[in-house]
């Protein structure tokens, strides 16, 4: 229980301020908008092959965006040397790891479910049919995206490069829960409900993200202090 | 036995020994005023007392446990170079957010309390981003105060600090000693820190040159200490 009230003062306390800075979310909202109009120029969206595509299409765009939020989950605590407070706090690292992990999965939710109906408009695809179980499969990337991203984060905060090594890091290891939100999503938002035949990706995605999860709280101590 | 025992450390950077062999102890109610030239190896030796850092050798004991033990870190107040305050939080949001994660009864209460006796209180919601330097190093003070640490790390405390900082600071340090606090101090400011120090130990390029119970000379005299067991 004292755990998980650490975890949610931690949450508080990163949602609060990227709330009042807006520094994270503007930037990931702006790039992703700007991206997916971007996108509904290069491809004709009558097309078949663009609402084939359009899964991928908005996955891209998602772990991109996502990665600018994710860049400041640990970066926020390097002025006035903040990270030093909360190592010295009586706080579990992995307590501190779930916490940054939520707001962030909080923020990148938020923007993809604000990009969502612009992509909706763009692409002329009835990502609405479906929703409950698109919201499903955004809830599961995301979560994955965000566990590898925020643990990126925490062993890239002391290099100069970190915001080039984050995506490095990260979209490797993610590819196996991108490749199965991109092909659930494909079908989604074309208005199709998720297929037994495609049971198997969400299964693995869950996997993914439980695995990872459990990972990143175990791994977590040994990449902050050592 | 010692609030703070520190037994034979050493830390390499790679091949280089930042650190060689220190021995010391700070009994309880004691102050400890660590000083040395730069570089030689004072926030080192804090950071690895604070449990920030493993030594490559040799161990540190707080109250006897293990100094990365959550018990042990709520019994620890850390003051380092930085503030370890959000300028995007206001400086009552940053204590009572200390507050909870070190499991205060009334977080709001102590932030309120501290704020107070920190001078901050006209100043309580404003954010910190728009504070002071000396104001900043207030809300620091009253930060690693918060939770009444028994023992109080203090990396350099009074560098940057504006009059009315060092007087505040000078007399939460007086109460927490009075209070059976233990405070260890790495410092430049020497005048100040004499003031407050029982024991000093000097530290010279890793090294352990001087560990002993502070003396009138050294108090009537700063310099005293590093011409008499350091380089001069």
Redesign the interface.
Known sequence: MRFLRQAGVIAAKDLRAELRTKEAINSSLAFALVILLMFSFAFDPLADTTREISGGLLWIVFAFAGTLVLNRSFARELPNDCLDGLIAAPVSRAALFLGKACASFLLVLGVQLVSLPVFGVFYNVPWTRQFPELLLVLVLGTWGLTVVGTISSALTVNIRLRELMLPMLTYPILFPALLGAMQLTAGLVAGNPIGPDEYGWLKMMVGFDVIYTAVSLALVETILVG | MSAVAVDGVWKFYGDYPALRDIRLEAAPGTCLALIGRNGAGKTTLLRII?????PGRGQVRINGCEP?E??T??Q?G?L??????????SAM?NLT??G????LADPPRAAREWLERTGLARVANGLVREFSRGMRQRLAVA?AFLHEPRVLLLDEPFTALDDKAIAVLSRLLREALASGRTVVMSTHQLREALELASHVALLVRGQLAFHGASTPEMAADPGYVYARYGEG
């Open positions: 604070a449990g920030f850092s493993r990365r959550t018990a870190r709520r620890v850390f380092g170079h930085g503030i370890s305050v959000y300028d995007e939080l949001e957010l200390y909870r994660l070190y499991g930060r």
